[in-house]
């Protein structure tokens, strides 16, 4: 089994910043890519930032240059550094990694239980 843990959440005000952390664990061959999505009360669930085991990264237009995804493939963990953030971004952040597990021997995707953030003064 592959299970997929956030952290990092919590309370902002506007301008400030804050890092998640997503850990991949379990019977895990190799993982492909790595995200992180947001979805905010109403809203349908969103892209914000991808990367890939290569290092390569894109990025939602609404976070480009405030946001930085990075990765550390020995520890199978992904970060989110999230920086001059404002109420727009308050919402329940999701990781999401897609995964080549032992037992399936084949690529599947795994979410996490979502950790909120809010910006608020």
């Known amino acids: 089994q592959v299970q997929v843990v956030e952290s990092g959440g919590g309370l902002v005000q506007p301008g400030g910043s804050l890092r998640l952390s997503c850990a991949a664990s379990?019977?895990?061959?190799?993982?492909?890519?790595m995200g992180w999505y947001r979805q905010a009360p109403g809203k349908q669930r969103e892209s914000v930032a991808t990367i890939t085991s290569d290092g390569s990264t894109s990025y939602a237009d609404s976070v480009q240059g405030r946001f930085t995804i990075s990765r550390d493939n020995a520890r199978n963990t992904v970060y989110l550094q999230m920086n001059s953030l404002s109420p727009e971004d308050t919402a329940v952040y999701y990781c999401n990694a897609y995964v080549v597990a032992f037992l399936t021997r084949r690529p599947d995707t795994y979410w996490g239980q979502g950790t909120q953030v809010t910006v608020s003064s």
């Open positions: 379990g019977s895990i061959l190799t993982i492909y890519i």
